[in-house]
């Protein structure tokens, strides 16, 4: 079936794929004075991007958003907290709230913003890429609306179990506890026998203004890879794979032995590369990080895209969005090549401690750490506080009454350089005293 639909330029599967990434945040330390250990605040955090428009999830449980906001998708209901996850549509966005309920807002054409009256207990959450949104109760039942002329609004009758959901452009995925999965929507049908899956994705391209090609791919426990829709058929004898990625007309599957197997409209793997961790897969062009911090690349290089730049090592993670590609450093700073006609290609001035990074068709994510955790060693009469070097802008301040926010000031102590640590010393004296760092 055909649609209009008001994009206006096409959109590959890595930009409607919603991207959601769960990071462990230490971020921050309160330490007394007179104990000699780490005392570590940890936070979850998360992002999520859609067609032009970006979410943060912060530490607080409240919610960032910026980007195109035609519709007012990157416009936050005032008073929104409490929230644990977020997801970004192509004109709309989701959080949900600790208390199992949702909040939606942005684009409302077809009513995937009008959250259904008495939605609670939900889990998880997904925004379609075009306009479906998508709910996982705790009684394993899935709740969906908005758009459904495709059908990707109507949950199957009598569908429970489900443990983990995916919205491609207009076709959703359910994996269910017996690791079956159920599909709806404009999408082919789930091949048959199909069972032990532990992870599914969804993808989709827009071909001008009118023809969708959805695909679906599923990870199974035994380490080989099923896919369906519009790809083509998996290698024969492909095993061992521990993580999928998805382009616009291509996959990707990264094996246990560190090799890497594509197929679909791609280029060939290089020749003699081993030694993979990660995978990232962009509308044409493949990134590949080896564990001793390189990249490689391949694919449409039109745009520069696979051109890496000299030199580039120390990386810990990758990302491909359309058609440019970035790289986050053990030292939290970012490197990003290829088209910049937005300004995606364009890392801001002075960004680092960023701990993870994402990429849509036109922008570039960085999810920046907050301040890290303090190491109390105690040195005699005196303790010594150290913090990494790249934890720039804080300021290490100290209180000794924790329940008045107030009396937190910021010590006159110069800090010194050792090695990649910022160190401090206080002397032991009087009441117990406790340690943060503070923008």
């Known amino acids: 079936m055909k649609r209009k639909t008001s994009v206006s330029r096409l959109k590959s599967a890595l930009a409607l794929r919603l991207l959601s990434l769960l990071l462990f945040l230490a971020q921050f330390a309160l ?53 644990v996850a977020i997801a970004a549509g192509g004109g ?21 913003s009008t959250v259904p009256g008495g939605l609670t207990g939900v889990v998880a959450i997904a925004a379609g890429g075009y306009a479906q949104s998508v709910a996982l109760k705790s009684d394993g039942t899935v709740v969906a609306w908005g758009d459904n002329g495709q059908g990707e609004s109507t949950v199957p009758g009598g569908l429970r179990g489900v443990v983990a959901i995916a919205a491609g452009f207009l076709h959703t995925l359910a994996l269910k506890s017996d690791g079956t999965v159920v599909a709806w929507g404009s999408t082919a049908p789930v091949p048959a026998g199909l069972t032990g899956v532990v992870a599914v994705a969804a993808g989709g391209y827009l071909r001008g203004d009118i023809d969708l090609f959805g695909h679906s791919l599923a990870l199974k426990g035994d380490g080989t890879v099923v896919a369906w829709g519009y790809t083509e058929q998996v290698p024969d004898g492909l095993t061992g794979v521990v993580a999928i990625a998805a382009g616009a007309f291509h996959s990707l599957a990264l094996k246990g032995d560190g090799t890497v197997v594509a197929w679909g409209y791609t280029e060939q793997v290089p020749d003699g590369l081993t030694g993979v961790v990660a995978v990232a897969a962009g509308r044409f062009h493949s990134l590949a990080l080896k564990s001793d911090g390189t990249v490689v690349a391949w694919g449409d290089n039109g745009d520069g895209q696979t051109a890496i730049p000299a030199g580039l090592n120390g990386v810990v993670a990758v990302a491909a969005g359309g058609f440019h590609s970035l790289a986050l450093k053990s030292d939290g700073t970012v490197v990003v090549w290829g088209e910049n006609g937005n300004g995606q290609g364009m890392v801001p ?8 990074i994402a990429a849509g068709e036109n922008h570039s994510l960085a999810l920046v750490a907050g301040p890290p955790a303090i190491v109390v060693q105690a040195t005699g009469n005196n303790i010594l506080l ?19 926010q107030n009396s937190w000031t910021t010590m006159t102590n110069v800090p010194i350089t050792m090695g990649s640590q910022n160190q401090v010393t206080d002397a032991v004296s009087g009441p117990a005293k406790f340690y943060r760092l503070k923008r």
């Open 349 to 356: 001035s002075g960004l680092n401690g960023v701990v993870a």
């Open 31 to 83: 330490v007394p004075q007179a104990e000699a250990q780490d005392t570590n605040l940890t936070r979850f955090t998360k992002i999520a991007a859609g067609w032009d428009h970006s979410l943060a999830l912060k530490s607080d449980g409240t919610v960032v958003a910026w980007g195109y906001d035609g519709s007012g998708e990157s416009t936050v209901p005032g008073g929104l907290n409490g929230v």
């Open 386 to 404: 150290s913090w990494p070097l790249w934890a720039q802008g804080f300021a290490l301040q100290a209180t000794t009454n924790l329940a008045d």
């Open 92 to 112: 709309d966005s989701l959080a949900l709230k600790a208390d199992g309920t949702v909040v939606a807002w942005g684009n409302n054409g077809w009513g995937q």
